[in-house]
């Protein structure tokens, strides 16, 4: 009877919405596709990573690969061009207060952090295995800054031949210093499919599975077994805890501000575990698909925004009942917001509609208001 009451509540705040304003942001010189975008938490920059654009021609060759961009954040105008990746970038991320952005390219394995301040290349790291994709459509990698912009984390890939065809599974865990560009520590068959630092940039949460394929009635499936919620102190990788959580498959791990919990994201499925011993602390009811693209909490973490797989619906839920209003849905193609991220105050959301590189503007309606 809970279940259902929730669900109609569900359908009935789907209904209120909330309303969105579209403006666009200056494109790119080179009219290149947006495939990742992150916002600075002091309100001055919104950054955008590109695609390659191929010109015309016999040649095919790439003008520009990769191109990080960054406009400001109140007048959407184009600010400048960090530089450049040589392939599509699929994540970024900024340090609190603006001061580091890291940027990503999955295919080549390249993790490139920026001084977006100078607009100077700090570093640039490599994994040896491909960055492990944490979306189905491959356009989010797993990689995690720092908040204080110290540490970052990636988890690469290893391709396994299944049947006829191939599949991408987590590797090796690697933690660099970013301030001499060096790896810290690292954890070979980690097996990670979700990780977060808490916000105090000391632990680095994460959430282990074993994959098994098997052969049923000659076609390939998965399961997942030995489901494990770990914590390493993040400068030096000493587990804190390793502490089963089964049937669990989190797509997103998120940390309050407290840093004494975590939240893990299960679909119907959430619970959140204390950071002190990996124990559930309680249950959080909402209704969400298991498969998110992004989730952010906001700053007092009392909310909670979560994007759908090809972000055409998205969520606003109210983590004090677990109550879930739906801010929007997006239908067809030309419509869709496409590699969207929300802003801190998660007020903004910027992304590619169409083609086009765009921010959308959430009005709170008086009926969605806490």
Excluded at 54 to 68: C, K, S
Excluded at 302 to 318: G, N, T, Y
């Amino acid at each position: 009877m809970h279940r259902l009451i929730v669900l109609l509540g569900l359908l009935l705040s789907a209904q209120a919405g909330l309303a969105a304003e579209f403006r666009p942001l200056e494109s790119s010189t080179n009219q290149a596709i947006f495939f990742s975008y992150a916002f600075s938490d002091d309100g001055r920059w919104i950054a955008g990573g590109t695609s390659s654009r191929r010109p015309g021609g016999a040649t095919n060759v790439p003008v520009v690969a990769g191109e990080i961009v960054l406009w400001d954040a109140k007048t959407l105008r184009r600010t400048a061009s960090l530089g450049d990746h040589g392939a599509t970038v699929n994540w970024m991320q900024f340090s609190h207060g603006g001061k580091v952005l890291a940027t990503a390219s999955g295919g080549t394995a390249t993790i490139k952090v920026w001084d977006p301040e100078k607009r100077t290349l700090l570093h640039t790291l490599k994994l040896e295995e491909p960055v492990l994709a944490s979306s189905s459509m491959g356009s989010q990698m797993l990689c995690a800054l720092s908040p204080d912009g110290t540490r970052l984390a990636a988890v690469g890939a290893v391709i396994k031949p299944i049947g006829i065809s191939k599949t991408s599974e987590a590797a090796t865990l690697t933690v660099w210093d970013l301030g001499n560009g060096k790896t810290l520590w690292s954890v070979t068959n980690s097996g990670i499919g979700a990780m977060a630092f808490t916000p105090d940039s000391s632990v680095l949460v994460g959430y282990s599975r074993n994959i098994v394929w098997e052969l049923v009635r000659e076609i390939w499936s998965s399961r997942i077994e030995k489901e494990t919620l770990m914590a390493w102190d993040a400068a030096d990788g000493k587990r804190r805890f390793a502490n089963p959580i089964p049937k669990m498959n989190p797509s997103h791990l998120v940390v309050p501000a407290s840093g004494d919990k975590v939240l893990a994201l299960g679909g119907d499925k959430n619970i959140w575990y204390s950071l002190k011993d990996g124990l559930v602390a309680s249950n959080q009811t909402m209704v969400l698909r298991q498969s998110l693209h992004v989730a952010a909490l906001s700053p007092k973490s009392d909310k909670l925004f979560a994007i759908d797989f090809s972000a055409e619906r998205f969520h606003m839920v109210h983590l004090t009942n677990g109550a879930s209003i739906v801010v929007s849905e997006l239908k067809g193609y030309t419509n869709r917001l496409m590699f969207a991220s929300p802003s801190h105050d998660l007020s903004r959301i910027a992304g590619t509609r169409g083609v086009l590189p765009t921010l959308m503007e959430l009005a709170p309606a008086e009926s969605t208001k806490p």
